[in-house]
Each structure stands twice: as C-alpha cells, then as structure tokens.
C-alpha cells in the first residue's frame, strides 16, 4: 500500500526558512517520481518541484526557482522541500505525491497518490 506523509510545516516570517519532509512507503520508489504541491485557500492545487528518483533530476515551478530545493535521500526513502527566503504568497497547504508511471512533470493530474498535507503559513 503507497503511503506518503508529509512533515515540516509551521509558521514563519517573511525572508525565514523551512524544511518540509516526506517519508514514502509501499512500492519500489527507485522508478518513481516524487513531486511536491501546495494549494492556497481558494485557488487550484500547484505544482512546486519535483524529482526522478533513479537520475535525481529535477524541475521548479518559476515561482520558487531559486529558492526551493528538492532532494532525496533514497537509502531512507525521504523526499524534501528546503524552502527559503519564504514570502506571505507562499502560504499554502503542502502535499508531497508520488508519480509511479514516472513521466515526472508538474502537472497534478499525473500523480496518482498524495499525502495528507503539511501546512505552511508565512506572515509578513
């Protein structure tokens, strides 16, 4: 059974830093790809970064290119979201999802499984 829990998420202030964990379960992560999405109240569900587990590849939506940064630690079968230099636009409700076809965009559709969410509020 594909489990995915996200961990991490709290308050800061603006320019501030925050971790955000997944621990991935259930299935042969190593040809999967594992993305991370936020959603803000009242709007549509993003995608913020993802990674392809076999070749640690990655993509960033433009909104946080340069400052997010996804990794992996395959050994553990975590997936993680360093945030920095936090703005208020990036309160949202995070959810890491897994993409076990592996075609590894940013479109929420494509990912088939998700966790509960972490939620992430920055004040400015």
């Known amino acids: 059974q594909v489990q995915l829990v996200e961990s991490g998420g709290g308050s800061v202030q603006a320019g501030g830093s925050l971790r955000l964990s997944c621990a991935a379960s259930?299935?042969?992560?190593?040809?999967?790809?594992l993305g991370w999405f936020r959603q803000a109240p009242g709007k549509e569900r993003e995608g913020v970064a993802r990674?392809?587990?076999?070749?640690?590849?990655?993509v960033y939506a433009d909104s946080v290119k340069g400052r997010f940064t996804i990794s992996q630690d395959n050994a553990k079968n975590m997936v993680y979201l360093q945030m920095n230099s936090l703005q208020p636009e990036d309160t949202a409700m995070y959810y890491c999802?897994?993409?076990?076809?592996?075609?590894?965009?940013?479109?929420?559709?494509?990912?088939?499984?998700w966790g509960p969410g972490t939620q992430v509020n920055v004040s400015s």
């Open positions: 999802a897994a993409d076990l076809r592996a075609v590894c965009s940013l479109l929420v559709a494509n990912f088939g499984y």
């Open positions: 259930g299935y042969t992560w190593r040809r999967a790809c």
């Open positions: 990674i392809l587990r076999a070749s640690g590849s990655t």
